[in-house]
């Protein structure tokens, strides 16, 4: 796993590093790694650090004493460097000297500053530590939106990007190179943030931390999740998923959904709904019936909405009945929407919901119009983009209102449980972006609870196959693909996850 902590738990365990230490030993561990990463950039794109071209641009604090410090380093290997001090008053006292006293140069003007900048090779963002709340000031702005030839390195975080959650409030400084010091921080992870870290390097400095609440989850991590048949396993042992999908109006999230469950290690997959002889068609190995869940036998999951159109409300229901985890997607969100989380209260099996933006501000609504605390303290219903461009926030919003597990669709797909534990996807694709992907993944999901993962585990596996079967599917870069291609993919992306995780960690430890 990737682990992200918070600021105020990584500034307490700062704290209590430093004050067993020297004085100045973190930020030199801080320096030394990521100088150590800018000299392998320039070694890559120039073939040596000698006579490149490195701008800082220095901030107040440590963040700007840290690039300070690193750039003080890459001139004592023969690079160029100059320094931009965005706040020349409060500028890092020792890592300046450091600086001078290798032959670094201060730039004093801001349009000499820029054209450094668009020339250099390199640039150290070190504008705006990971405590920096808003977008760019007026004097920083203008390094946001110019040109520029080579790589700019963010230092823990690119300047603008809220470390906590991802979010950009105004103009911020996009990054090819992020190198975050001791563990990942939440908006390094997850959208709008993640967009503008490029890749994301971790130095370790000794941090002693507690357990994460947010985490990315790597291929050896899903892998040891897969269910696996052992030698006494049989199709109903593996688990039967449910699937109540599909209408007259939508048959083809029947198939959708299906083709899904048969790709996520349940034992056998019951569909139930008006798409019946569609489904056996397709698939001769489903087990069908026209009824509802109620009649359908036994399962151990029920997946419930996808293309559900007018019958979602009594199939919601009676899959809600049944003492099993259910997964609501779609047209039960929808339902869902309506009833809101009274609808759930006395549930002892989980829940799990898989709602898009646009579904999530219905819920949000639903759970505010019955008298929860969802919205935005206004009685205004909460909007769409406003949710997207909040979405760790979004996804625990809605795990506390329906104290359900929550899968959050999107550029990052961010799953909540309801005691707050929270996994982020890295597979995914803008390529998933098509007509019935979410049938597709609902179905999966399901399986892999059908078959005894908990929600989270479910669902943080199923959305991380489901990424990496769009990205088979697509295999070169540019070429379209439709949900029946991320479904037909999903075996070779199961596959891919277990070869690859038999191969030696490499993640530095924090």
Known sequence: MRHAHRVEVVRAAEAALMARLPEGTLMQRAA??????????LTRRRGRVYGSRVVVLAGSGDNGGDALYAGAALARRGARVSAVLLVPERAHTAGLAALRAVG???????????????????????????????????????????????????????????????????????????????????????????????????????????????????????????????????????????????????????????????????????YVGTAAEEVVRRFPEALVTEGGPAGAGRVQAWVVGPGGGEGAERALAEALAADVPVLVDADGLTELARLGPGALAGRTAPTLLTPHTGEAARLLAGAQGAGGRAGDGGGRPPAADELAAARLATARRLAA??????????????????????????????????????????GLAGSLLAAGLAPLDAASVAAYLHGLAARRAAATPGAPVTALDVAAALSGAWNDVRSAAAEPATEPAA
């Open 32 to 41: 030394v790694g990521l100088a150590a990463t800018c000299a392998r950039l």
């Open 104 to 270: 670094g140069r201060v730039v004093p003007e801001q349009e000499v500053g820029l054209a450094d900048f668009s020339r250099a090779d390199l640039v150290l963002d070190g504008i705006v530590g990971i405590g920096g709340k808003g977008g760019l000031r007026a004097e920083a702005r203008p390094y946001a939106r110019a040109g520029r030839a080579g790589v700019v390195v963010a230092v823990d975080v690119p300047s603008g990007v809220d470390a906590d959650t991802g979010e950009v409030a105004g103009v911020a400084l996009r990054a090819d190179v992020t190198v975050c010091f001791g563990t990942y921080k939440p908006g390094l992870l997850i959208d709008p943030g993640a967009s503008y870290a490029g890749a994301v390097q971790l130095v370790g400095i000794g941090l002693e931390l507690p357990p994460a609440e947010v985490a990315a989850p790597q291929h050896a991590d899903v892998a040891a999740l897969l269910p696996v048949p052992g030698a006494e396993s049989d199709k109903y042992r593996r688990g039967v998923v449910g699937v109540a999908a599909g209408s007259a109006r939508y048959p083809g999230a029947a198939l959708l959904a299906v083709a899904g469950a048969l790709r996520g290690g349940a034992g056998a997959v019951r």
């Open 401 to 442: 209102a329906y104290r359900a597990t929550v899968l959050l669709k999107g550029s990052t797909t961010v799953v909540a449980d309801p005691g707050g534990a929270v996994r982020v996807n890295p597979t995914g694709t803008s390529w998933l972006a098509t007509a019935g992907s979410g049938d597709v993944l609902a």
